[in-house]
Every structure is written in C-alpha cells, then in structure tokens.
C-alpha cells in the first residue's frame, strides 16, 4: 500500500485546512487509517484515526471537536478536516494505514500501523 499524504500549508491561528491522504495499490488489505503528527526533537502523536469498513472513529482529546476524519472509498482517500488551528497544531502530519482491523488504544500506537505516508507539513501562526 503506498499512502500520499497533501493538503498542509501556512494558516493563521483559526484557519481551517484539509489534508488528503490517497492510498493506492494494495488498498484491499487497508482496514483502518491514522493520522499523527510530529515535531522536530518529540515523539509523533496519534491525531484521529477511521475505519473503512464501519466508519467507526477516534481523536486525540486535543483535537477533538475542531478536527473531523472521514474517508470515500471509492477514491481510496481518507481526509482531516481541521478547523479553529492552534500554533500548537503545527507539525509534519502523516497517514498511516493499518491491515488488520482494531480498535481502541491500540491505534494510538506508531507501531500498530503498516505503511506509512511521507507527510506533510501544517503550520499555523499566532
């Protein structure tokens, strides 16, 4: 599975953006895609996450209510829409998908994830 991740840029705190992330290739084997965010020197954070089957989804407290994840599968593409960005929300962002179907803690975890995209960068400015 190859995962491209895009949609990040320059915002002023408020703003909203939306990050895209396409999967292609073995997509079938895809049951639950992640997003995370890093920055220079920290850990990467588990952000949201959503299931293609279900639509079941999770957040990350921080971000809960100002960001929403959805996913079409039919375009193979999970999307996060975040609104109401915080400089604490500046970071790389990455996707991430995982082949076997769980939930719970267990998605907040970088290792639970199989593929991972190449990132993209949001910075919000105060």
């Known amino acids: 599975v190859q995962l491209q991740a895009s949609g990040g840029g320059l915002v002023q705190a408020g703003d909203s953006l939306r990050l895209s992330c396409a999967a292609s290739g073995r997509t079938f084997s895809s049951s639950v895609m992640g997003w995370f965010r890093q920055n220079p020197g920290k850990e990467r954070e588990f952000v949201s996450a959503i299931s293609w089957s279900g639509g079941n989804t999770d957040y990350t407290d921080s971000v809960r209510g100002r960001f929403t994840i959805s996913a079409d599968n039919a375009k193979n593409t999970v999307y996060l829409q975040m609104n109401s960005l915080k400089p604490e929300d500046t970071a790389v962002y990455y996707c991430?998908?995982?082949?076997?179907?769980?939930?719970?803690?267990?998605?907040?975890?970088?290792?639970?994830?199989?593929?991972w995209g190449q990132g993209t960068l949001v910075t919000v400015s105060s």
């Open positions: 991430a998908t995982r082949r076997l179907m769980a939930w719970g803690p267990i998605l907040k975890r970088v290792s639970s994830y199989d593929y």
